[in-house]
């Protein structure tokens, strides 16, 4: 794939102090705005166009900050970071998932070989990473998309506060429920994805790879009969059952994002582990037509190119289809980027990829 240009997101003084702009994780166009998201905080980010004469973009900037803890209620409350990894828009909707993960802590530098050994004995659970949380979208007076924690009968709300996360659907799955006590990097479970069409969520898993099998989960998310800020799952078949899982043969890597293109999904993916690479985007055709749990070999998956990374930099975490044609094109943002993509004024460069036709 062809690296068309670079843009720069460039964010207010108190992101740059947070380092939201080196741990983007998460990214969704709407219309002249990005939505954006780091893995540190429990925000979303949303960056306005600037554009040229061509109507191309140039930066996205105006930097308007949405607090989690100020829409919906959060198990840890506003005060721990929520590690989204993904980003959703569908219906007058916006979605965002946490990793559903577990720590296990680093090694420190210069600390004692005892000290370290304990670390790397310790794994911790962060409440706050195990949401699914859905934000009413609204047109403001400025023409930008906003969310709202109300809009008429719609409302925000959270899955992942009582025993009732996406983790704990799969408790007794034959498959992932081994992988529940492990931590992400670890090849643990591991949420990097999320997108949205109709009323499905497809939720991808950065891990665990199953003996070089990624997993998608499929999932219908509805209002809680008893609580407007609560969501629950909803059967997504006639079989009943709240969720199916989908395994995509993507030759040994994880989902590191999701993003729909038509019925198509687009899957970014890489090292379910601590490597850099390799790094591609794969295109699941009709992926949305799928009307059951599937296996999808890799003569069902089209790879459309692979993507750069660094040593121990430039990590894609998050792509998005931009409305600019002609042409397909779509937004990469990068976690831990390299110096050579931070800008002057505090700014980071994303990537616009073209995709081949």
């Known amino acids: 794939m062809i690296v068309e240009r670079r843009v720069e997101l460039r964010f207010a003084r108190e992101s740059r102090e947070?380092?939201?702009?080196?741990?983007l994780s998460a990214v969704r166009q709407d219309g002249r705005?990005?939505?954006?998201?780091?893995?540190?905080?429990a925000t979303i980010e949303r960056l306005t166009a600037s554009l040229d004469g061509d109507g191309r973009v140039t930066a996205y900037e105006g930097?308007?900050?949405?607090?989690?803890?100020?829409?919906?209620?959060?198990?840890?409350?506003?005060?721990?970071?929520?590690?989204?990894?993904?980003?959703?828009?569908?219906?007058?909707?916006?979605?965002?998932?946490?990793?559903?993960?577990?720590?296990?802590?680093k090694i420190k530098a210069g600390q004692s070989d005892a000290k370290s050994r304990k670390r790397l004995a310790t794994v911790v659970r962060e409440d706050n990473r195990f949401i699914l949380v859905r934000l009413p979208l609204v047109t403001g007076d400025d023409g930008l998309p906003g969310v709202v924690r109300e809009d008429g009968e719609r409302t925000a709300a959270v899955l992942g506060l009582d025993?009732?996360?996406?983790?704990?659907?799969?408790?007794?799955?034959?498959h992932?429920?081994?992988?529940?006590?492990?931590?992400?990097?670890?090849?643990?479970?591991?949420?990097?994805?999320?997108?949205?069409?109709?009323?499905?969520?497809?939720?991808?898993?950065?891990?665990?790879?199953?003996?070089?099998?990624?997993?998608?989960?499929?999932?219908?998310?509805?209002?809680h009969p008893r609580d407007p800020r609560r969501l629950r799952a909803l059967?997504?078949?006639?079989?009943?059952?709240?969720?199916?899982?989908?395994?995509?043969?993507?030759?040994?890597?994880?989902?590191?994002?999701?993003?729909?293109?038509?019925?198509d999904l687009l899957v970014l993916t890489g090292p379910s582990m601590d490597l850099d690479g390799p790094v591609r985007v794969v295109r699941w055709r009709n992926a949305v037509r799928a009307d059951?749990?599937?296996?999808?070999?890799?003569?069902?998956?089209?790879?459309?190119?692979?993507?750069?990374?660094?040593?121990?930099?430039?990590?894609?975490?998050?792509?998005?289809v931009l409305d600019e044609g002609p042409g397909t094109r779509v937004l990469v943002v990068y976690d831990s980027p390299s110096p050579e993509r931070l800008t002057a004024d505090g700014g980071v460069l994303a990537d616009v990829v073209t995709l081949p036709e």
């Open 18 to 23: 947070t380092e939201t702009h080196t741990n």
């Open 33 to 41: 705005c990005l939505w954006v998201a780091g893995d540190e905080t």
């Open 63 to 105: 930097q308007a900050t949405v607090a989690l803890a100020d829409l919906v209620p959060l198990p840890a409350g506003p005060g721990e970071e929520a590690d989204i990894e993904g980003l959703a828009r569908s219906n007058g909707w916006l979605w965002a998932v946490g990793s559903h993960s577990l720590k296990r802590k």
């Open 163 to 174: 025993r009732d996360s996406l983790t704990d659907l799969l408790e007794d799955d034959p």
């Open 176 to 223: 992932l429920a081994p992988f529940l006590s492990i931590p992400s990097k670890d090849n643990g479970i591991d949420i990097e994805g999320v997108a949205a069409h109709g009323d499905r969520l497809y939720i991808g898993f950065r891990g665990p790879v199953l003996r070089g099998w990624a997993v998608l989960v499929e999932i219908r998310p509805g209002d």
């Open 235 to 263: 059967p997504v078949g006639d079989d009943g059952e709240l969720y199916r899982t989908h395994f995509l043969d993507l030759r040994g890597l994880g989902i590191r994002d999701l993003c729909p293109h038509g019925d």
């Open 292 to 320: 059951a749990a599937e296996i999808v070999t890799s003569d069902e998956l089209e790879v459309v190119g692979d993507l750069p990374y660094g040593d121990g930099d430039d990590h894609a975490e998050g792509i998005a």
